[in-house]
């Protein structure tokens, strides 16, 4: 039965599967391995345009590797999970310094790196190269699970270590590549989270689930917790010259190396906050429409205040700039902070 499940992905992708992804052509070590990072927590159709112009600025590793990060950072804008982008250009130093310039071509070598877990290791090493390693992302932890019925969460050790014996189980010794990216696009086509369409399952003879009538109670969800939230004040500081202030983030915790705008705590009175934290003053105009933005753990809700700066209100370098016009287009934004800035014309 194993066997037949492999021979029915394979020969399932090479007549329904995706074969025009733009990482599959042409299809080397490094843009698999791009389009690995970039697909993690984010669907196909988001990750084609970045991915495109990602690689044709930097079309391989020893390029991505002498790249600045603020670079890096500015063409990842809008894709979010920021700290992906950071564990790439880490990941590409690191393998120009100690490898060369060329990913490894081997599972422990490429696991060690920065942003790449087991998982997109085996995918780099199946789709790159045909190496029999397994994977077991999103889709196809759901695939395995509703064809194993497997009970539990797979956030779960003792679960995760199951699903995982059972990816090892089912790697054919041929045609790697296909059958690893059947996987992939079943998952994310046929065997979707809501309705999947069984009828069209290319393994849906062997189902588990299927058979015991619920495809869709595999796997378990994770526990529901409640995502707190959070509140902050951004200060929208434009000047007389339609010039807004930014100020970038620390290099840990939220939007790391991020320019966003200077915050205040909700309860804090904006005029003071500036005079005494910026040294300058400035006017409050306006309430701007509050922004919500969804963290993983956490909500956050942000409540924008556009307050006019007079005079030049000269800054110190390095953490805090005045930017105007096409200037923030060359930034790395947050995606809530480039929306602020933009009902405002900035």
């Given at each position: 039965?194993?066997?037949?499940?492999?021979?029915?992905?394979?020969?399932?992708?090479?007549?329904?599967?995706?074969?025009?992804?733009?990482?599959?052509?042409?299809?080397?070590?490094?843009?698999?391995?791009?389009?690995?990072?970039?697909?993690?927590?984010?669907?196909?159709?988001?990750?084609?345009?970045?991915?495109?112009?990602?690689?044709?600025?930097?079309?391989?590793?020893?390029?991505?590797?002498?790249?600045?990060?603020?670079?890096?950072?500015?063409?990842?804008?809008?894709?979010?999970?920021?700290?992906?982008?950071?564990h790439l250009h880490e990941a590409a130093r690191r393998i120009v310094e100690r490898h060369g310039?060329?990913?490894?071509?081997?599972?422990?070598?490429?696991?060690?790196?920065?942003?790449?877990?087991?998982?997109?290791?085996?995918?780099?090493?199946?789709?790159?190269?045909?190496?029999?390693?397994?994977?077991?992302?999103?889709?196809?932890?759901?695939?395995?699970?509703?064809?194993?019925?497997?009970?539990?969460?797979?956030?779960?050790?003792?679960?995760?270590?199951?699903?995982?014996?059972?990816?090892?189980?089912?790697?054919?010794?041929?045609?790697?590549a296909a059958y690893t990216q059947g996987l992939m696009d079943l998952g994310a086509t046929v065997?979707?989270?809501?309705?999947?369409?069984?009828?069209?399952?290319?393994?849906?003879?062997?189902?588990?689930?299927?058979?015991?009538?619920?495809?869709?109670?595999?796997?378990?969800?994770?526990?529901?917790?409640?995502?707190?939230?959070?509140?902050?004040?951004?200060?929208?500081?434009?000047?007389?010259?339609?010039?807004?202030?930014?100020?970038?983030?620390?290099?840990?915790?939220?939007?790391?190396?991020?320019?966003?705008?200077?915050?205040?705590?909700?309860?804090?009175?904006?005029?003071?906050?500036?005079?005494?934290?910026?040294?300058?003053?400035?006017?409050?105009?306006?309430?701007?429409?509050?922004?919500?933005?969804?963290?993983?753990?956490?909500?956050?809700?942000?409540?924008?205040?556009?307050?006019?700066?007079?005079?030049?209100?000269?800054?110190?370098?390095?953490?805090?700039?005045?930017?105007?016009?096409?200037?923030?287009?060359?930034?790395?934004?947050?995606?809530?902070?480039?929306?602020?800035?933009?009902?405002?014309?900035?």
């Amino acid at each position: 039965m194993r066997g037949a499940f492999a021979a029915a992905v394979i020969d399932w992708q090479r007549r329904a599967g995706r074969h025009d992804l733009p990482w599959q052509r042409p299809r080397t070590p490094y843009r698999v391995w791009v389009s690995e990072v970039m697909l993690q927590q984010t669907r196909a159709e988001t990750v084609i345009p970045y991915f495109a112009r990602f690689t044709a600025r930097w079309p391989d590793v020893p390029a991505l590797a002498a790249a600045g990060r603020e670079e890096v950072l500015a063409a990842w804008s809008g894709l979010g999970y920021y700290r992906r982008a950071i564990h790439l250009h880490e990941a590409a130093r690191r393998i120009v310094e100690r490898h060369g310039g060329a990913l490894p071509r081997d599972l422990e070598a490429l696991a060690a790196l920065p942003g790449i877990g087991r998982s997109t290791a085996g995918a780099i090493l199946a789709l790159a190269w045909g190496e029999p390693a397994p994977i077991l992302d999103g889709n196809v932890r759901r695939l395995l699970a509703r064809w194993h019925a497997v009970e539990g969460w797979p956030g779960r050790a003792a679960v995760a270590c199951r699903l995982w014996a059972l990816a090892e189980g089912h790697l054919p010794r041929r045609d790697v590549a296909a059958y690893t990216q059947g996987l992939m696009d079943l998952g994310a086509t046929v065997c979707t989270p809501r309705r999947p369409a069984c009828a069209a399952c290319p393994v849906a003879f062997g189902c588990e689930a299927r058979r015991r009538g619920d495809p869709c109670a595999y796997p378990a969800p994770a526990p529901r917790r409640r995502r707190p939230r959070r509140r902050t004040r951004m200060l929208v500081l434009r000047r007389g010259d339609g010039r807004v202030l930014l100020a970038r983030r620390p290099p840990a915790g939220v939007w790391p190396g991020l320019w966003s705008l200077p915050e205040c705590a909700p309860g804090d009175d904006p005029e003071a906050w500036c005079r005494v934290h910026l040294g300058f003053a400035a006017r409050t105009e306006a309430v701007l429409p509050t922004v919500r933005h969804a963290f993983t753990h956490f909500e956050l809700e942000i409540e924008p205040l556009l307050l006019t700066v007079e005079g030049a209100a000269a800054v110190g370098e390095g953490q805090v700039c005045w930017v105007g016009g096409e200037e923030t287009q060359g930034l790395a934004l947050p995606a809530p902070v480039r929306a602020i800035l933009g009902r405002i014309g900035a």
